[in-house]
């Protein structure tokens, strides 16, 4: 069984960066991991996601060139480094795990592992 843990989140000012975490536990190092974000009465979106090997990344288009993703295997941690951001109401994050890499800018469900909890918020 893999659960995930996720921690950060708060809220900043435009422009301002934000990192967030989500330890996992359990076999992820045979995992793709990733990122998922939904607004109030929005569905979920894609963020980005990372190779079990953190050898190959994805954004959405959204946040290419801002935002980071990288995965620490010593502490079995995902991360999501987030710069220049812009404003936004409260959002959720989520950190899915998955033994594929591929097609996740293209479903938001049947993922093997599903981690949520840190709440984004960027004021104007």
């Known amino acids: 069984q893999v659960q995930l843990v996720e921690s950060g989140g708060g809220l900043v000012q435009a422009g301002g960066s934000l990192r967030l975490s989500c330890a996992a536990s359990?076999?992820?190092?045979?995992?793709?991991m990733g990122w998922f974000r939904q607004a109030p009465g929005k569905e979920r979106e894609f963020v980005a996601v990372?190779?079990?090997?953190?050898?190959?990344?994805n954004y959405a288009d959204s946040v290419k060139g801002r935002f980071t993703v990288s995965r620490d295997s010593t502490k079995n941690t995902l991360y999501l480094q987030m710069n220049t951001l812009k404003p936004e109401a409260t959002t959720v994050y989520y950190c899915p795990a998955d033994r594929l890499f591929g097609d996740w800018a293209q479903r938001t469900s049947g993922f093997d592992a599903w981690g949520q909890g840190p709440l984004v918020a960027v004021s104007s």
């Open positions: 990372i190779s079990r090997g953190g050898s190959n990344t």
């Open positions: 359990g076999r992820t190092f045979t995992y793709a």
